[in-house]
């Protein structure tokens, strides 16, 4: 069965701090994409990047990066010096093939602080 | 381009009360999906319209959950009697066709509480 674990519940780091959230996934499917959303207060969910299981290549996004484990089915997410705009909730999806559904993690709240 | 579209932001009900939320997609988006946010957890796809048709309604609660897309363009979510389980945040989202490789884009959400 699919199923997203975002293990870190909460995190609190202090401004230009770098900071990494984890996501593992479970699926049986060989196609499948990853994804990343932040919903900042306002509520809206903002798209981040998306990954399909046949390219593990990182990605870099200004002071954003991804790293991307079939190994250990993670798709870890990275900020680089943080800002207090990055505060939010993080969340994780996985979609198969035939579904097309996004499965979310329970999401990370990101507290920044100056 | 205008974003996926949701009213109203907020709505407060009693249980038993019938409530109704309305969604419009990104133009031209051909697949539009309905979640269920609970406080603390990630959004719960309810039902997924390609065009008007349903393609995964798997986990609405069908004996008090209704959702219809006439149109195939706009979207109504009802849910008629509410109980005090159902207070979350109802997502809409938008897709520009159905399929692994496109990301859904989604709206500001309705946080309805139930009393």
């Known amino acids: 069965a699919q199923k997203v674990t975002q293990a870190q519940t909460e995190i609190s780091v202090v401004e230009k701090e770098d900071v990494t959230l984890d996501c593992v996934y479970e699926t049986r499917d060989t196609t499948y994409y990853l994804f990343w959303y932040k919903q900042p207060p306002s509520g809206e969910l903002v798209f981040l990047i998306r990954?399909?299981?046949?390219?593990?290549q990182n990605e870099i996004s200004g002071r954003y990066s991804w790293n991307f484990q079939k190994s250990t089915s993670s798709f870890n997410f990275t900020i680089t010096a943080s800002q207090v705009v990055d505060s939010a909730v993080y969340f994780c999806a996985l979609s198969e093939g035939g579904t097309y559904k996004y499965i979310f993690g329970t999401g990370t709240r990101l507290k920044v602080l100056a | 381009e205008a974003g996926v579209a949701q009213s109203p932001r907020y709505k407060i009900i009693e249980k038993r009360q019938s409530v109704a939320f309305w969604c419009n997609p990104i133009s031209g988006h051909a697949t539009l999906y309905w979640y269920q946010q609970i406080l603390g957890q990630g959004p719960k796809l309810l039902i997924q319209?390609?065009?008007?048709?349903?393609?995964?309604d798997s986990q609405l609660p069908k004996d008090r959950f209704s959702a219809e897309r006439l149109k195939g363009v706009d979207s109504t979510l009802k849910i008629q009697p509410a109980k005090l389980e159902d207070s979350a945040v109802y997502l809409c989202a938008s897709s520009l066709k159905q399929g692994l490789s496109y990301e859904q884009y989604f709206g500001p959400g309705t946080r309805l509480t139930v009393t």
């Open positions: 990954r399909n299981s046949f390219d593990e």
């Open positions: 319209f390609q065009n008007n048709g349903v393609v995964d």
